[in-house]
């Protein structure tokens, strides 16, 4: 029996690009946060961006992930369950057989390790654009390790040039850091995208998994909607909590801008990180990441299971 099934991939496609229009809004705001500057708390970051910007603000570099993520989410949740199934047909002769908790935990960080591959440029280019309209430092215009409070001693400007925003667009953001910065700057990041993501990638599928199975009513084919939407929320706000301090180092790596580079690398990120702003800047974000993880992952497990359901059905 083939362990292959391609509809994983088109239900985890469906589920993501639902899942993106609903989480991009406090995704830019989670950036803003942790890689930018002038922001007291997630409040006053929200009012900013609502002044400056608009509504279109929040939606800045949304094309980008609608176009990519979709395509990021088909692959890792269709990677996900067909793992399942060579572990089960290796481990039991039948990949039908249901994977226990270890076997769950060994997909899930398989799952987070291929993930960084595809993830991290699309992560560095969507934090890239929606990162243009920021102030930085005068005197170091990447936009990494400047979070906290304005010293008004610190000489603030724009990272836009005469009102230009650096990036006219994604594909114009990948060609100029191929060019400027090589293959190599499309994954910067990236090792500090494996300590979150495979970690982050087993808090995220088994807590599903457990939280469907105690709100599953018995007797049932499939779980109900509701169960569903209720686990997939609290099992993403799990992960991206849990997440959070190594979503930091991340974001402001892949923020950090090649000109002025500030950061040699993830240890050096966050000796400097913690030096100048303490340990709670690796929990910046955290309330953001809690409360969109929960209609993102909710968003995304629903769409996913419900298409499964319906191709199956087919």
């Not at 610190?154 to 100029?176: D, E, K």
């Not at 090792?191 to 599903?208: C, E, H, S, W």
Request: hydrophobic share 40%; glycine share 10%.
């Amino acid at each position: 029996m083939n362990c292959f099934h391609l509809d994983d991939f088109l239900a985890g496609w469906i589920g993501g690009a639902s899942s993106v229009i609903v989480g991009h809004p406090l995704d830019t705001v989670k950036t803003r946060l942790q890689a930018g500057k002038g922001y007291k708390n997630t409040l006053h970051c929200v009012l900013q961006i609502y002044r400056k910007e608009t509504v279109a603000g929040f939606f800045k570099g949304l094309s980008f992930p609608l176009a990519s993520i979709t395509v990021y989410n088909s692959v890792v949740f269709g990677f996900f369950n067909n793992t399942q199934r060579v572990i089960s047909k290796f481990r039991h002769g039948d990949e039908r057989q249901p994977c226990g908790m270890l076997d769950l935990t060994l997909a899930s960080m398989l799952t987070g390790l291929m993930s960084v591959g595809l993830g991290a440029p699309v992560d560095l280019v969507k934090i890239r654009l929606q990162m243009q309209t920021l102030p930085c430092l005068a005197e170091n215009l990447n936009l990494a390790g400047t979070t906290g409070n304005v010293n008004g001693n610190i000489a603030v400007r724009s990272m836009t040039l005469q009102g230009q925003p650096t990036y006219r667009g994604p594909i114009h953001c990948i060609s100029s850091i191929l060019r400027t910065e090589g293959i190599r700057g499309l994954y910067r990041g990236a090792g500090a995208m494996v300590l979150r993501d495979v970690p982050g990638y087993t808090l995220y599928f088994i807590p599903y998994a457990l939280f469907r199975r105690w709100l599953s009513s018995e007797g049932r084919s499939s779980p109900h909607p509701c169960s569903i939407w209720v686990s997939g929320g609290l099992a993403g706000s799990i992960s991206w909590v849990t997440a959070t301090p190594a979503d930091v180092v991340k974001s402001r790596l892949q923020a950090d801008a090649l000109h002025a580079r500030k950061y040699r690398g993830i240890v050096h990120c966050i000796v400097q990180s913690y030096k100048t702003e303490g340990i709670h800047v690796f929990f910046r974000g955290a309330s953001v990441n809690a409360i969109r993880g929960f209609p993102m992952s909710a968003t995304m497990f629903l769409g996913y299971e419900l298409s499964l359901q319906f191709f199956r059905g087919l």
